[in-house]
């Protein structure tokens, strides 16, 4: 955050503290204005007003703020600053730097300090893209920054901003706040923009995503796929995967930009991020992984107040990369948490609870949240994208809570994780019987075009074929796989391979970690190979047993390791379609 | 100091005073009970009238005329080296008898987040010499690892077992080397049971290195809300200042999680699930995050908590938000105790989520991580075979099946079998794993590399031949 303590518009008087909520009277102040709570200057926004009794919610420990004390308004809403700087970064929920916070505090989080979201002071190379003379409007692009070695920065012509001609226009080394542009409407255009965190910057029109995010994990985009634009759930009970699921999407996704919001969860999991990040490729452009990704961290044991607002402070910052025409993918871990700092603030405000103590607004705020993602025609005619996977955590790992039926009814991809499959090291544990994905269809023609033809038929496959093993499973708990036809055990044989070979896929393998289209249609493809000549020798006299003692098949569950993979999958279908004929 | 004799309302663990003057939030106070002693407590809450008092030691005695002193700070804890080899009540003050504490430093107990840009992502290896825990859920410096288990098992002496055969393999001891250090955090637990981990202590020579918080379960209640705060502000210290290894034991936390509820029940505020606070969740992060490692420091602090899940049911909140925020979780498993099963860890449900960056080629062995894996997915496979068992019978099992139900039976009784008083390097539990594993066949062991399999699989493993 930004803002230098502006002069005050009419200082209030604490009345009452009770944690992170704050009672002041005589404030001049209107609803999410930002203010500065005591003594220290606390950040905290305006959550209720009433005669004359102002309620804030505060965004840092208020331990020791006593009554009596002022209460200072910017008589601004809550902002983010918007500029080249973000990407490579970590702030916490209301976009405080912590790396610069650390060289001012030391390892541990004080309060009443303050930084700018970006560095003022650093110069960064500007190339107008327009001229003198020429007339802009509102959100076009009037020259370039290089940002990170992977990403260009567009400077843009603020959304709020008066369009007009170009009086004056400055190439060369400017920091965020030197006037690098002037308009004949009387705007002075700097690389920084402010924007209020709860408004959704403004677009021309929003469209149907038709290109998939390909997360280079199989299961998701081989079974549950989500699009460009798109929303998506990931629900689980603790340890079943929902972080790593995200990191992985974060790592391997290809999306131009990620915005990585660890909403109440562990301090650990940022600092993994800050420290492995840096070293790992971007598989699209070969670059530091880090040089496209923002992080925005307010960890479970971080202010309550910031944890409720760092999921907008990362949706913002997303629509500005949006906005340059870039896709961005934000992972949101946890929306839960998100969720209980609702609660717990509301319940603070003596609110009329709803389901769960939840206020009755989650819904609305969830939705709110969610609809911002999109694909989109910008302002200046660029597309650009956000797709948001937001992670659940519901307690007892019960599905049916509020947090998770609110958001099951707005997003359109689940990626249901199941303990059991976790407690078996079933990674990732995402249940494939209760996901869905309500893309698949239209990202389909992209998928024919671009990967293969019959890749919706090789996916209808092994649906049909993991169904079955789920009806065939029932019998077998009540008779033992023996009692089963030999086709039915068959069947559950290629299912078997399907989950070890396909659905499962190890995170931690350097090569197993991501496996692009190409890798995950040919794994697909190689069981069913093993399928199909295995029902043949069925039908020819093979016996099951025969069948299950082919020595090739179980190199099915090492494609996922097997770099060179085309040479690996062409060599080992050879073998088991060989090796079966000798069957009959 | 202010001084007054407004109480008006005396409520559960809670006292509300008229005030005057502005009162801090969390600001500290002491009730005078006229010539009977004297009670602490904390602001919970504080307007321009009146406050809000949480009484450490019970509201007990208290009446209206006692007078009220609020002192103008929050609660400190005093720090200094010399707390080791003290014990210490739940509020922190000495009952052994030793001499008087002189602080270095006085420490709010509320403890300030660490910037998760400052940490140092924890992966060094912790030998605890228990296979079930070495093996496939690994511990390492930093981590917050707690115990789930259920009244009358053994999670005592395991935490014992953890806390004297912790080593950090190859570390060079001796020169300039951080040592270790135990913070022990009682929290409503019986005489007994303190006296279980008194006497260990003791016995092993581990108490001179050690700070001991006893607020046992005659003690009140709402002090345990305080408790791990002030040994976990002593750890701090002891970790980020004077660079020792400190492991952090809290037990019970289930116990400080019904002070909590009470303290909100008398407050009516608007219960959460099962009617513990909707912000237990923040309040337990706020003592779990202490555990970590700092970038340029060399003492780290490790985290085992232990709690009794209420009817053996993790889906209990307090469970069930502890899982959420620590990294990962170690059960203690009835059944498995009952078949006499030392330690009875069931490793299917624990995890250890920092595993994987803290084994492996020069940490512990490669092989470790498929070793492990393939463990996972065997043992679970043959306990899921028997249930089957229990209604078809072996007969009706193919050879494959009954192979793993033999597996899982030798995972039991030989690797997850040790008794309290045995360490095992992670050599020896490695080896363990592969004996277990050289009864299958070499095609199921699709989780190791093949290269592992060539290595380290027992040709002749005795028991291979499977009986039907
Ligand atoms: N794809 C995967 N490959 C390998 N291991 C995995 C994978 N997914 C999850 N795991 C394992 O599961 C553990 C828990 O996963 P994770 O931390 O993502 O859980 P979570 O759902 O985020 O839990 P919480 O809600 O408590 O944060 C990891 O530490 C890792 O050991
Ligand atoms: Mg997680």
New binding site residues.
Partial sequence: MSQAKEKTIEDGIIKRVSGPVVSAAGLDAKMNDMVYVGDEGLMGEVIRIKDDLTTIQVYEETSGVSPGEPVENTGEPLSVDLGPGMLNSIYDGVQRPLAVLEGQLGAFLDRGVDAPGIDLEKKWGFKPTVKKGDEVNPGDIIGTVQETESIEHKVMIPPNFVGGKVVRIQKGEHTVVDEICELDSGEKITMRQKWPVRSPRPTKQKHTPTIPLVTGQRILDGLFPIAKGGTAAIP?P????????QH?LAKWSDADIIVYVGCG??GNEMTEVIEVFPELEDPKTGKALMSRTCLIANTSNMPVAARESCVYTGVTIAEYYRDMGYDVAVMA??TSRWAEAMREISSRLEEMPGEEGYPAYLSARLSAFYERAGLFTNLNETAGSISIVG?V?PPGGDFSEPVTQNTLRIVKTFWA?DASL?ERRH???INWNESYSLYRNQLDPWLRENVEDDWPDVRQWAVTTLAEEAKLQEIVQLVGKDALPEDQQLTLEVARYLREGFLQ????HDVDTYSEPGKTYLTFKAIQTFNDEAFKALSGGASIEQIQAIEAVPRLNRIGTASEYGEFIEQLEKEITDQLKELY | MKEYQTINEVSGPLVFAEIDEPIGYGEMVEIELSGRGMRRGQVLESTDKFVAIQVFEGTTGIDKKCSVRFLGETLKMPVTGDLLGRVLDGSGQPIDGGPEIVPEDRRDIVGTAINPYAREYPREFIQTGISSIDGMNTLVRGQKLPLFSGAGLPHNEIALQIARQATVPEEDVGDGGSEFAVVFAAMGITAEEANEFMDDFERTGALERSVVFLNLADDPAVERTITPRLALTTAEYLAFDLNYHVLVILTDMTNYCEALREIGAAREEVPGRRGYPGYMYTDLSMLYERAGRIEGVEGSITQIPILTMPGDDDTHPIPDLT??ITEGQIYVDRELHSKGVEPPINVLPS?S?L??EGIGEGLTRNDHSNVSDQLYAGYAEGRDLRALVNIVGREALSERDNTYLDFADRFEREFIQQGYETGRTIVETLSAGWNLLSMLPKTELNRIDESYIEKYYEENSESSEVEG
């Fill in positions: 689980g603790f340890g079943s995967g929902k972080t790593v699921t992985q969860e562990r871990d946890s992670a955590s994780l976790a990674f990732p544990a896929q190890n995170a931690y | 899982g959420y995890l989520r595993m994987s």
